[in-house]
C-alpha cells in the first residue's frame, strides 16, 4: 500500500477520534438513531452488500467482523468457523475507492454488540475499515465528548474486541486507537480459540447494540450521515 495512501488512511480516522479526546481526562455515557440511509448509488455499486454472508436475514448478528479482506483472510475464517454463521456477520468483498459504504454493512455493525478488530498495518489504509471502525467507536467518542468519567468511558468501548496481528512487527498499528482500548491485553489473531473465548464473555457484558447505546444523539447522526 503506498505510503501516500496510508497517510490519508491515518488521517481520516485520526480526525475523527482524536475529537473524541476532548478532555479524555473527564467522560460521560452514551446513546443512537436510526442509520441515515446513504444516497443509492448505481445498481452495480449496491452489489457489495449484497456480497455479505446473513444478507438479508431478518435476524441481527451479534458479532461483526472488521477487517482488511487480503491481510487478514488467514485467520478471519477460523473464527467465523468457531463462532458459527448464527452469531457472527462476515463481509468478503473489497469495497474499492469510488462505491458507496453498503447500507447493508451500516446496520450490520450498528445491530451488533460486539465489534471484533482484526488489527494491523494494512486496517487502517483500508477506507472501508476506517468507516467501520469509525461506526464502532461512536458510544466511545459520544461519552468522550460529553466528559464523561473514566470508568463510563473505558465501558463505552467495551464492544470493541481487539485481534493483534500475528506479526508483532505490525503490532505498532494499536497506536491509532484510543488509550482506553490500546492498553487492554488483546490476543493475537493466531490464537482463535482465545479469541473466541474473549469474544464470547464479552457478548455476555454487552446486551445492547450498538445503535441502542447511542440512540438519539446528534453525534450519531452527523456520522451516519457522513
Request: charged share 20%; proline share 6%.
Amino acid at each position: 500500500v503506498g505510503a501516500a495512501s496510508q497517510r490519508c488512511g491515518r488521517l481520516l480516522f485520526t480526525s475523527v477520534w482524536r475529537g473524541s479526546r476532548l478532555d479524555h481526562q473527564k467522560r460521560s455515557c452514551l446513546p443512537t438513531t436510526s442509520p441515515v440511509q446513504p444516497q443509492r448509488g448505481s445498481n452495480r455499486k449496491h452489489q457489495a452488500g449484497k456480497k455479505a454472508l446473513g444478507f438479508g436475514e431478518k435476524a441481527a448478528k451479534p458479532i461483526f467482523l472488521s477487517y482488511a479482506r487480503e491481510a487478514s483472510k488467514e485467520f478471519v475464517p477460523q473464527l467465523y468457523a468457531k463462532l458459527g454463521p448464527e452469531q457472527v456477520f462476515l463481509h468478503t468483498e473489497e469495497i474499492e475507492h469510488g462505491n458507496l459504504f453498503p447500507r447493508t454493512l451500516s446496520e450490520a455493525l450498528l445491530n451488533a454488540r460486539v465489534v471484533v478488530v482484526f488489527l494491523g498495518t494494512a486496517y487502517f489504509s483500508r477506507w472501508y475499515c476506517l468507516r467501520e471502525l469509525n461506526l464502532a467507536l461512536l458510544p466511545f467518542n459520544i461519552a468522550a465528548r460529553r466528559g464523561a468519567a473514566p470508568d463510563v468511558l473505558v465501558q463505552a468501548a467495551r464492544h470493541i474486541v481487539v485481534v493483534l496481528p500475528a506479526d508483532p512487527g505490525e503490532r505498532d498499528a494499536l497506536d491509532n486507537l484510543p488509550p482506553q482500548i490500546r492498553i487492554a491485553a488483546w490476543t493475537s489473531a493466531n490464537e482463535t480459540e482465545a479469541v473466541a473465548q474473549l469474544i464470547e464473555r464479552r457478548l455476555t457484558e454487552c446486551q445492547r447494540s450498538i445503535q441502542e447505546s447511542v440512540n438519539g444523539s446528534r453525534e450519531a447522526a452527523v456520522a451516519l450521515a457522513t
